[in-house]
């Protein structure tokens, strides 16, 4: 009668208490995992600023290569450039 009684009650704390406290702990953990973190936000910002830097070199490339006359390059009008999606 008292293993029965022992065990009944380990099993209500088991589930009002102990399991609903896991489930709480790892929503929060998962809520937590979906913000940036400081270090993803600067890796972030790095990426950003890498990126708009190899679009201003590849812009320079490309008006070099314009300049030279290359009948292999084959653009219609040097002037028209399409526009970047890195531009603010």
């Not at 209500?12 to 940036?36: A, E, N």
């Not at 972030?44 to 314009?66: I, P, V």
């Not at 292999?72 to 970047?84: F, K, M, Q, V």
């Amino acid at each position: 009668m008292a293993d029965e009684f022992i065990i009944a009650i380990i099993a209500i704390v088991s589930l009002f208490v102990i399991f609903p406290g896991m489930v709480l702990h790892y929503i929060s953990q998962w809520r937590r995992q979906k913000t940036l973190q400081p270090d993803d936000e600067r890796m972030m910002e790095d990426l950003w600023r890498s990126a708009k830097a190899m679009e201003r070199r590849l812009e320079t490339l490309e008006a070099l290569l314009d300049q030279s006359d290359d009948p292999t390059r084959g653009r219609a009008s040097p002037s028209r450039r399409p526009r970047s999606t890195l531009d603010d």
